[in-house]
């Protein structure tokens, strides 16, 4: 009871310690912060050994927690990933001392909402701290308070804010058939419950809520614009653990509440596999590091989304062992891809520090005399594109696995829906490892085409503070380590309450070695060929740039460059298609946002089509405005709800 009291209430109090300190002691504040997530990683540890459930009445309302198992794991993956960016944050801010300490009183009280959800026994619980997540990571986007961080934080917020109106929907509803929101209590209620349908309603409200934090489309327009305006150590949590909260919704969701609707696995498996090719895609085609690993994210949040998928088809056939291995796949994945971002994050931050840009353009050259560094990277290149040997390969061979099992397992439509869904996994698995060769041989192995600007880059063949690097060596390290079968499996097996029989023979086998060899020659085919500077497809558009509206332009050309258009033209309008439901709430309920600074085409047109002015107000207060009235209008929305339920 006192470790999860510690966990949860501990950051908050600290927080409100941190915002006392003057501006004269932000060195000291810096050492409190990480003495105060050193504090949260060992009581972390100390109560994943044991599984107790703690209520307490906050206002005459019950919050339920729980210890062990996979909440256990979740809430010292997010101690350590705090600690970790913590101690980064000192190199990182070194010589940025404004605002640092509004920064630490958000992320340590971030750090106790993040455990109030990973610990959460009930849905209403992990609600509320959801909610504190959101408001409190908010500040994190803005935290330099430029044009597109304020843009972004604008965008982040209201997801955040409406999603949380549909999960309070959904919770509404769930509550109402069931008169519980406890996980233990919620199977047994929901077998003798005679209504399903306002059941999988609630469902689908849950799923969309948490899906919100979580990046999943269509509600992930967030995630590409906050990740690479936020400072480095803010992104490396916003990626590795703050969508996980997200994630972690969705999976109590599948286990307690519709672990036995068929279509509602299906239904996420295609939510995460549209995810899953949009985010990949949207990483190729980005020039931005931050942004191309922002994409990635969302990628992978779309792998999760399919292991998560496949355990309710399974659990919905009574097949335990292809559900126990697909559940296992996703909590591995859930590990790994938090590790991964961390160490690629915060990277980010060493490169941004040294050559303060993110364009990639600018960045070529800049690490091919860093060998720290460069090493630390492919680690992590390696690790999240499924390298055997490496952390990302063994979850992402059981999540293969898991969707090849339940292709075996149907028959007619769904078995070939299936097998189409196996070589989506496929092809986006070799995408990631093509955006990633992208980022390495761009930044350290090409070089520059401005001599005095490589040979500024090669002055420095360290880049990185020792601290920074002492951190990043730590975290690269976990790569292969956790790419070792032993143990993965413990890890699994801890956090899902059952062994998991996966060594190496299983692992390394032929079958599984081969969908990995498939995604490599996959992701090596499109970097050689349209990916890398002087690929095919970049030679062809160079040369169609130079002829275009010549004679001399063949039909061959004219043809690939038609398509290229097409499928640029394609992907912008589902790209900036997506973002329009936001952009069209922001400037008519909005006043905070600037009319003259276009966000997409569609932002564009609603401008050129309205008359007046409206006036930005001050970052934080002007922000804050607009989540109370967001606010507002998630109340109006329920009350409605509410209206048609009773008449």
């Known amino acids: 009871m006192y470790m999860i009291a510690g966990l949860v209430f501990i950051p908050f109090l600290c927080a409100a310690i941190a915002a006392g300190m003057a501006k004269k002691q932000d060195r000291l504040l810096e050492v409190f912060a990480i003495a105060v997530s050193a504090v949260e990683f060992a009581l972390a540890l100390a109560g994943a050994l044991h599984v107790t459930t703690w209520e307490v009445f906050a206002f005459s309302l019950p919050l339920t927690f729980t210890e062990g198992g996979f909440h256990g794991w979740m ?50 619980t992990a609600f509320i701290f959801f909610e504190i997540v959101s408001f409190t990571s908010f500040v994190w986007v803005i935290h330099e308070e430029t044009k597109e961080a304020v843009r972004a934080g604008f965008t982040y917020l209201f997801i955040a804010v409406f999603g949380g109106m549909i999960l309070f929907m959904g919770l509404a509803l769930l509550y109402h058939e069931t008169g519980t929101l406890r996980f233990d209590l919620l199977p047994a209620a929901i077998a003798v419950s005679p209504n399903k349908t306002k059941l999988f309603a609630a469902g689908i409200c849950i799923l969309f809520g948490f899906g919100a934090k979580a990046g999943m489309f269509p509600l992930h327009m967030w995630l590409p614009m906050a990740h690479p305006v936020a400072p480095s150590p803010a992104s490396a949590l916003l990626s590795g653990i703050l969508t996980k909260v997200g994630v972690y919704g969705i999976l109590m969701n599948a286990i307690y509440v519709m672990r036995s609707e068929e279509s509602f696995g299906y239904l996420v498996l295609t939510l995460g596999l549209i995810t899953m090719v949009l985010g990949a895609l949207k990483a190729i085609l980005s020039k931005n590091l931050k942004r191309t690993l922002a994409c990635s994210s969302m990628s992978q949040i779309g ?111 769904l078995a070939l829906f299936l097998h189409v869904a196996e070589w989506i996994f496929l092809i986006s698995s070799g995408l990631t490892f093509a955006y990633m060769l992208k980022l390495f041989f761009t930044i350290f192995v090409e070089k520059n ?17 020792p601290i920074a690097a002492c951190m990043l060596s730590v975290s690269a390290l976990l790569m292969p380590l956790l790419g070792q079968p032993p143990l993965s499996c413990s890890i699994a097996k801890y956090a899902s309450g059952q062994s998991l029989e996966f060594g190496y023979a299983k692992a390394f086998s032929l079958e599984a070695l081969k969908g990995g060899f498939i995604c490599l020659c996959i992701g090596a085919a499109v970097y050689l060929l349209a990916v890398r500077r002087n690929s095919p497809l ?94 507002c209008f998630g109340i109006l929305i329920i009350l409605f709800v509410l209206l048609i339920k009773l008449f």
């Not at 001392?97 to 959460?120: D, I, K, N, P």
């Not at 275009?548 to 790209?575: P, R």
Request: glycine share 10%; hydrophobic share 45%.
């Open 449 to 465: 085409e401005e001599e005095k600007v490589q040979e500024k880059y090669d002055e420095d063949k360290v880049g990185m503070q």
């Open 75 to 124: 809430s010292v993956l997010a101690a350590f990933l705090w600690l970790m960016t913590s101690i980064f944050s000192v190199a990182y801010f070194a010589h940025e001392r404004e605002h640092l300490g509004r920064y630490w009183f958000f992320v340590l009280a971030s750090l106790g909402a993040t455990q109030g959800v990973m610990l959460s026994a009930d849905f209403m």
């Open 303 to 413: 792998f999760i989304l399919t292991g998560v998928a496949m355990f309710v088809v399974f659990s919905a056939k009574g097949h335990e062992e292809g559900a126990h291995a697909a559940l296992c796949g996703t909590m591995l994945h859930i590990t790994n891809h938090a590790l991964i971002k961390l160490t690629l994050f915060c990277a980010s931050g060493v490169v941004l520090r040294s050559a303060e840009t993110l364009l990639l353009e600018k960045l070529r050259g800049w690490g091919r005399k860093k060998n720290l560094i460069k090493a630390v990277f492919a680690f992590g290149a390696l690790g999240i594109s499924g390298l055997p040997l490496f952390n990302g390969y063994l979850s992402k061979t059981l999540l293969h696995e898991a969707i090849a099992e339940a292709a075996h397992l149907q028959s007619g439509n």
């Open 538 to 631: 970049q030679k062809l558009l160079k040369t169609g740039a130079k002829k275009e509206g010549t004679a001399a332009k063949s039909s061959g050309l004219a043809i690939g460059s038609a398509l290229l258009g097409a499928v640029k033209a394609i992907l912008s309008i589902i790209d900036y298609g997506m973002d329009a439901p936001i952009d069209l709430c922001k400037m008519f309920l909005s006043k905070e946002q600037d009319k003259k600074e276009r966000h997409t085409p569609v932002y564009g047109l609603i401008q050129s089509a309205l008359t007046g002015s409206r006036y930005e107000t001050h970052t934080i207060t002007g922000s804050f405005s607009f989540a109370l009235m967001m606010t």
